[in-house]
């Protein structure tokens, strides 16, 4: 990338120097970033227990994937388990593994992820939703490193660093019985925060720079140019999602290009909650309408399953679904900020 005509604050990098695309590098300059970055180098090299914590889009993924590059571990596998996305009849197979004929179906062996983790890092990812079955024997492995393959009585020992990962708030969890106290305890030895971007809204420019880069290559757009007044308007932005968020807005902007001077295709939405003056006679319906908002777009819209908002605001898809309609809430980025903008920002509410 080179220097833009337009006055962009980009650096040049040459392609060569630009990271694999599957192990991106963490860009970040704020303190808050530096923080995190720092606790990260800490616990790194030892075989400890990472708890990484942080909203949807933080970065929690990638900060697996740092420690498991900077430890002795490294030439070993990162196995990567999504708590989330597997039924919880087959969470227990995926992770212990299974001897051949423990279920009917079951024809042949098969390896659990820890067993293939075995001298590596093991990455059990949202590990909010693991099942009581499940978290007890994971409880087990991390006190004694072993575990048995379902239908086995062979007990299997294993060397796996553990790394896992929650947008959930824990000690709720625990407080309302769906996690176990003493798993959470064995885990959170060394819990590290990812900071919402809002929190570090100088970390947006380079973020960037580097998320611009990785997208016009993926998509093989030459960018060269990034406006000064599109990063401020990045930088002011409360971002929800976080740097997926960011990422997706660059990556429609990337795609839709007419030159090679990046544009956004579409209007940020507004930062609503932010925007909601401290009055006390504001209305109710706008509040709760600018939060369900908040929500939708942090979960990527999405409204049914464990990721979605419905779950995130603690009610059933189908009431969600009108309380939307009656909101007049829909997904059109121009839509929502026309309809909000007014109500919100009005002076007689102020
Ligand atoms: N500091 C960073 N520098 C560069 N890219 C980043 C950074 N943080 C996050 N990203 C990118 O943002 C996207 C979201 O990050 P990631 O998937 O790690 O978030 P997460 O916290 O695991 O989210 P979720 O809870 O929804 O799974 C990824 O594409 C990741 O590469
Ligand atoms: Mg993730």
Redesign the pocket.
Known sequence: MRLGAAGTRLVPVEPSLAEPPDE?????VSDA?RYMQFRLAQVAPTHAIVL?L??????????AQTIHRLSPRRAARFVSVDCAALPATLIESELFGRERGAFTDARATQIGRFELADGGTIFL??IGELPAEAQAKLLRVLQQGQFERLGSPRTIKVDVRVIA?T?RTLPEEVRTGRFRSDLYYRLSVFPIT?PPLRDRHG?VPV?VE??VMRLSERHQRAIDVIPPALLDQLAAYDWPG???E??NVLERAVITAADRTLRLAEPLSPQMADAVPAASHIVLADVERAHIIRILQARGWRIEGV?GAAAALGLKPSTLRSRMRKLGIHRAAGEVAHELAPRIGHPLLG
Do not use: Y
């Not at 991106?24 to 970040?28: C, L, V």
């Open positions: 991106p590098e963490m860009a970040g970033f990484l942080g909203e949807t889009g933080t970065g929690k993924g990638l900060a990812d949202e990962a947008n990812m970390d973020l580097r998320l976080n740097v997926r960011l990422e990721r």
